[in-house]
Nanobody, 124 residues
Framework: QVQLVESGGGLVQVGGSLRLSCVASGRTFSSYAMGWFRQAPGKEREFVAAISWSRGSSTVYADSVKGRFTISRDNHKNTVYLQMNSLKVEDTAVYYC????????????????WGQGTQVTVSS
């Protein structure tokens, strides 16, 4: 079993930055890929970014955040981060981290464990 706890959300103005953190406990953190997803009010949950488990971590991003968001991980701290810069109103959502025991993926159905989410609100 894996437990994931997100933090770092909050209220920020357009153009600002936030860094989300997700701390994992349970199984060996370094052995699974991690992803960030988000869900805005009235919309379906969507992929944001993912990072592989390997030491030379590969990453993938949604087109909507590419160049503005950066996903990273610290296996010693069992933590994955999402650095969000140049935030836009449309980035407002609940952000979830998730763990995939098999491989890096954009597909939420591939993920095995989920956190409870953290709210990010971007005001104009």
């Amino acid at each position: 079993q894996v437990q994931l706890v997100e933090s770092g959300g909050g209220l920020v103005q357009v153009g600002g930055s936030l860094r989300l953190s997700c701390v994992a406990s349970g199984r060996t953190f370094s052995s699974y890929a991690m992803g960030w997803f988000r869900q805005a009010p009235g919309k379906e949950r969507e992929f944001v970014a993912a990072i592989s488990w390997s030491r030379g971590s590969s990453t993938v991003y949604a087109d909507s955040v590419k160049g503005r968001f950066t996903i990273s991980r610290d296996n010693h701290k069992n933590t994955v981060y999402l650095q969000m810069n140049s935030l836009k109103v449309e980035d407002t959502a609940v952000y979830y981290c998730a763990a995939d025991l098999s491989r890096i993926s954009r597909d939420e159905d591939e993920y095995d464990y989920w956190g409870q989410g953290t709210q990010v609100t971007v005001s104009s």
